[in-house]
């Protein structure tokens, strides 16, 4: 890939082309919608792939939302498993929201048997790159595994908002644990998986969606998204790297804490390929405090977000938002305690988007979990709101990958 820009869905959205035909199928309630290719790798060199992060101006959505405190996360936290950072970088703007953001790779690429380390290695392996085709064009996005043949990511990933049916993207791959240029090599140690459905909630299929007056199709309640992946060779994704990650909803491991004037905060690792660094070809990890934002969407319905403040740009879309990441010390000692909530590498939450200003450094999530569109406490025994609804859309379609 000579030149990879990352696809801020500027809403200026592309015309696609008619040669795949979709089979799109609504649920109950609020429903799902799903696409699927009719022929796979139509082409497969994903040349000069662009970005889809949504943008919004600051004049639009708040950074840390309304100025009144909002009443809070409602329902009980829950996950399908079941400390602040140090303060070391933030926005240059006047809203200064402290984050961490590094390369997740060695500092020394060219290091023999050392360039993949750790982003090789899980709990990382089960992030990837996700690239996808709308039409002749490619652009990027990030995606990580929650089942063992399933992907989570944003909707905006592969579908234009409320462009129906005509709005799937027409191929998608993933490239977990990518390193490398994707066009000259297979990525990274594991290589690609294609895409063979992907599935969104039927408000944003269909342009209904609670939104951020002023950001419509950017600052929504349901920007998620799943893609089941191919087997390959009788081995899943899952198997193949050592298991998935869980996904959470409803706040869990938040708390509404004193320290940050009582409002509802968790410490969130972001991890993601944004092409502004490293060309989009590394992973990168970002870490902040994320904020439990509520406020009223332009059709008159709560609007729930998640905000952290993070240096990534476009590419990171779709990326995981994981609570207590990575790999749990054992207390053997004394003195020590690692809190109340035993639950680890849990998806809390996607990239979705970001500000306009360059500087602002903050960016935001639909929230995981009940909302207007999805109120249920429980889909199915797969969880509540929108994050349980669309899996078990997903699962019961596609148990095998589940």
């Known amino acids: 890939m000579k030149k990879l820009a990352s696809r801020f869905c500027q809403v200026s959205l592309i015309a696609l082309s008619s040669a795949l035909v979709f089979s799109a199928a609504a649920s109950a309630a609020s429903g799902t919608k799903t696409s699927r290719p009719s022929k796979m790798f139509l082409s497969s060199t994903p040349s000069g792939a662009r970005d889809r992060l949504p943008l919004t101006r600051i004049e639009v959505t708040r950074v840390g939302g309304e100025s009144k405190e909002p009443a809070g996360i409602t329902g009980t936290p829950g996950s399908s498993a079941g400390a602040v950072p140090e303060d070391r970088a933030f926005g240059s703007s006047s809203d200064k929201w ?223 938002w994981l609570v207590n990441f990575g790999t749990r010390p054992k207390i053997s000692a004394g003195g020590a305690s690692l809190g109340s909530d035993s639950l680890s590498n849990t998806v809390v939450g996607v990239t979705s988007w970001g500000f306009t200003t360059v500087g602002v450094n903050v960016q935001g999530s639909s929230f995981f979990g009940q909302n207007a569109e999805y109120p249920d406490a429980n889909y199915g025994g797969f969880g509540a709101g929108n994050i349980g609804f669309l899996v078990q859309n997903t699962c019961v379609a596609n148990p095998t990958a589940c």
């Open 98 to 320: 402290p984050y961490t953001a590094a390369r997740v790779a060695v500092e020394k690429l060219g290091d023999t048997g050392l360039a993949n380390t750790p982003v090789s290695s899980k709990p990382y392996r089960q992030t990837g790159k996700l690239m996808m085709r709308f039409g002749a064009d490619w652009f990027n996005c990030t995606a990580s595994l929650i089942k063992k043949s399933l992907l989570i990511t944003a909707a905006h990933c592969v579908h234009n908002f409320g462009e129906e049916d005509a709005g799937f993207a027409d191929e998608v791959l993933w490239f977990p644990a990518n390193t490398k240029d994707p066009e000259t090599t297979s990525g990274g140690p594991y290589g690609s998986y294609a895409g063979i459905e992907w599935r969104i909630p039927s408000p944003y299929h269909d342009g209904t969606d609670t939104c951020q007056a002023g950001a419509g199709g950017v600052v929504c309640n349901n920007d998620l998204a799943t893609v089941v992946l191919e087997v390959k060779a009788g081995v899943t994704a899952g198997k193949k790297l050592g298991g998935n990650y869980d996904y959470g909803w409803n706040g869990v491991s938040s708390i509404k804490s004193p320290a940050f004037g009582n409002a509802t905060v968790s410490d969130i690792s972001q991890l993601g390929y944004p092409v502004a660094f490293d060309s989009g070809f590394q992973m990168q990890r970002n870490n902040s405090f994320g904020k439990f934002i509520q406020g009223t969407g332009s059709n008159g319905k709560v609007l729930k977000q998640t905000q952290l403040g993070s240096a990534l740009t476009g590419g990171s879309s779709g990326g995981p």
